[in-house]
């Protein structure tokens, strides 16, 4: 955009993620505030007109425009503060402020508590361990996903290491790439290294004398054991980091390169991973439309325990992924498989919990929800480049067996419906 602005690609990420949330604040402005809010402020007629609007949608859906909304009766949520606004009427701010915290404080504690008490204490504690092992499950692999799949291109990429031994060469101009090679007990005589790039070689035991070393780049590569006499380095970036119990003699340094001097050319799996989870994340999309089109027809429990067994079972394939396709594959299958459980949750969660402990029992969840992601994380991505049995076994078990808690949950379609 002109010589005084350049609009990099991370400006572009960052505006592509705003607009989404841009998006929700516009849609906001059309939604109608909460019935219930209404009525703990004494808006009757707002909140009739809400629900009535709520039921014509809902009536001309069904084919069924000729029905009339009617109330019969509307029970005022109670305002467990009422005690405290009446002791405070004649009090300053401040003073008002200090009283209703405590109070405030108290009911959450409350509702919170009867989150825990019958009818919907059963409920509270399976729903925390349907989103616990859904969570655990779903994050942990996200994190290991992406982590084995750069292992298998490191093993693949390693299996075709170049190895030289015992190489004497003298009086050669370096001007191009060295890649993925070793080089043991070399002798290298007045050779010069100008404008290239040493990627992934690994030099061992290897003398340097009188060599001249000028715009060089040295992307995970190292000198291990090796010997510089008599050599020159203008623009590198060869430090200490790199001459592994090295010996440098009578050798200078001069104009060394800063920073990072890596780019996506130099390390395409870092590009990969990214490309990786946007296949995952796009997998979503068919699950998120089956899910919404099916949720009433088979049901909210049928499709929860259904998509998380079926995700157990496809993560458990995982131990015969031996190649990068397959592994992608079966990442794309399970995530448009466990949409569906997160979809189908969402719904029974809400519609389990009666209005006046709905929020906080969401909430309840969604925390456990939190804990579960952090652990899978913890776990699962201690164990990238160690075991893969650990890891699918562990995500498989849980997964099948939160899918066997959530068909336990009541089937809360058919009050909906009436």
Known sequence: MGSAYQFHSWRVFVVVCALPCVSAVVALTFMPESPRFYLEVGKHDEAWMVLKQIHDTNMRARGEPERVFTVNRIKIPKHQDDLVEMQTESTNPVLKVLLKVPSELKGIWTTFLKCFNPPVKDNTIKLAA???TLSFGYYGLSVWFPDVIKHLQADEYASRVKIHNNERIE????NFTLENQIHRNG???NDRFIAMKFKAVTFIDSSF??????DVSSVGSSFKNCTFVDSFFYNTDIDDSKLIKSRVINSSFHHNKTGCQVTFDDDYSAYWVYFVNFLGTLAVLPGNIVSALLMDKIGRLSMLGGSMVLSGISCF???????ESMMIFMLCLYNGLSISAW???DVITTELYPTDRRGTGFGFCNAMCKL???LGNLIFGSLVGITKAIPILLASAVLVGGGLIGLRLPDTRFNVLM
């Open 130 to 132: 349907v989103w616990f």
């Open 372 to 374: 579960a992601a952090v």
């Open 317 to 323: 394939f995982l131990w015969f992924g031996t190649s």
């Open 187 to 189: 002798l290298f005589l």
């Open 209 to 214: 004398i009188n060599c001249y070393f000028e």
């Open 171 to 174: 009086d050669i101009t370096f």
């Open 343 to 345: 979809n189908s949750l």
